[in-house]
Nanobody, 123 residues
């Protein structure tokens, strides 16, 4: 059974850093486009960063460009999202998602989802 499990969320002060992990089981991430999405209360789920299976195409939302970095470790079957210089507006539940067919970094194009991890940026 295909499963994604996020970890690494928590409470951090503005300007701080967190690294989110997305561990896959039941399938090999090598063949999938992976995305990190977030959803704040009352808002739609938005694409934060996506990476294709060869890492030849990486997308970042304008709001996180230069602060967040996505990477994948295929040997560990895990994808990471390094988040630096966090801001209160980064507060949301963060989800990782996988899609074998690829596509743009939009939630509707991804078929497999993790359960999410809460990130709260507050002083």
């Amino acid at each position: 059974q295909l499963q994604l499990v996020e970890s690494g969320g928590g409470l951090v002060q503005p300007g701080g850093s967190l690294r989110l992990s997305c561990a896959a089981s039941g399938f090999t991430l090598d063949y999938y486009t992976i995305g990190w999405f977030r959803q704040a209360p009352g808002k739609e789920r938005e694409g934060v960063s996506c990476v294709d299976r060869t890492e030849s195409s990486i997308y970042y939302a304008n709001s996180v460009q230069g602060r967040f970095s996505i990477s994948r470790d295929n040997a560990k079957n895990t994808v990471y999202l390094q988040m630096n210089d966090l801001k209160p507006e980064d507060t949301a539940v963060y989800y990782c998602a996988a899609e074998r067919l690829g596509g743009p970094c939009l939630a509707r194009y991804f078929s497999s989802w993790g359960q999410g991890t809460q990130v709260t940026v507050s002083s």
